[in-house]
């Protein structure tokens, strides 16, 4: 892998995806824990509303913040290190281990931007790890469109209509992909028994702790420590002229 080359195309395309960066045993023992950790048929945790609103169907998991150390390994994998540091700049920081699950029939994420891009240089970076195979048969793929990240601000519309320059991604187990918090993405539907990313979730140094409480998607901005939608974004047709009378 070469440091310099990949963070040249992060920052032209706003991701990248390096396969096989992660031994496979390892990838099977954390996928057994997440596994484990959600059981059968887990909860939503997120009220009707915002799933309704925001087609997105994912249960996080914050493994650290248990004392669970398995995910600990690649936090301190130092290739990731080198990777998020040519990134992100000097005193870069990590902000917390997430792992998203869906289930089975679930709608998956629909488009979004982890931060609004108000400030272009205010943004988290995702470093998806996948622990198994995402395919066309499982479904769940992850969908971005190139260079968005320099767009401003996710076009308001579909919250699931597809893009004409959109790529799909299909991670293999093992695969990391580093995803600017401004590039507009979203996951696919759930077709296989499961579905789990895990999000080493990252940022420039001076960066707010909190930039992900706003999320933009393309009907509303959505904030997940009031649980509200700060804005509403629904696109309004004009009204049908009136007949007169
Ligand atoms: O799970 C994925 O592939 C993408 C998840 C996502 O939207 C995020 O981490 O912000
Ligand atoms: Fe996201």
Redesign the pocket.
Known sequence: MKITKTAEQFAADGYVVIEDFFADELMTHLDSVIRNHYGDDPDFLHDDAFLEKSKTD?IPWFPQREGIHDFDTIENDQRLQALSEAILGPDWYTQYC?V?YSKQGTSG?AW?Q?CPPDDPLQH?M?R?V?TSD?TDETG???VVVPGSHKRGVLTAGDPIGEFDDQVV?R?KKGTL?L?H?HTW???LPIKGAY???T?Y?SAPNGTPDGI?DVCVYRNMRYQFSTSKVVEDRTIRYPDVPQAAS
């Open positions: 994912v997430m998203m994420q979004h982890d988290n995702n998806l996948y995402i769940g793929q992850t991604l991670p992909v995803l918090g993405h979203r996951v579905r789990c990313s999000n979730r992900t």
